[in-house]
């Protein structure tokens, strides 16, 4: 569920994202953590929102970044894609490539007729 919190001061919200990475680090299921470049994964948001993507870089030289991922991704709000962190506690299950291709496809095609 979304949820939003105001802050006082930039060291209030430093100190916030801090504590929500750590709350998203201590979730991180194995295959979660192992998920690595040119891998693709499903995300099921609670509103129901799919979201899918791909791994394009990773940010293993950086410890406080280690369950990041950048990622290209696709979804009903995004059908052109978006490149963007992906915190890898929020992936809901791996995709194949093949299937990643389909629904790329899928949007494209969505978005040349008008649909989204």
């Not at 979660?32 to 929102?49: H, N, S």
Request: glycine share 6%; proline share 3%; with cysteine.
């Amino acid at each position: 569920m979304l949820s939003i919190e105001t802050v006082e001061s930039i060291e209030e919200l430093v100190i916030a994202q801090r504590q929500a990475i750590e709350s998203a680090d201590a979730r991180v299921k194995a295959w979660q953590r192992q998920i690595k470049v040119g891998e693709c994964f499903w995300i099921l948001e609670p509103d129901g929102l799919e979201i899918f993507g791909e791994v394009i870089s990773d940010y293993n030289t950086i410890p406080h970044r280690r369950n990041f991922r950048e990622c290209r991704c696709y979804s009903a709000a995004c059908p052109e894609g978006e490149v963007g962190d992906v915190h890898v506690a929020t992936m809901t299950a791996r995709m194949h490539r093949a299937d990643f291709e389909l629904i790329k496809r899928l949007f494209k095609m969505a978005v040349d007729e008008g649909y989204l």
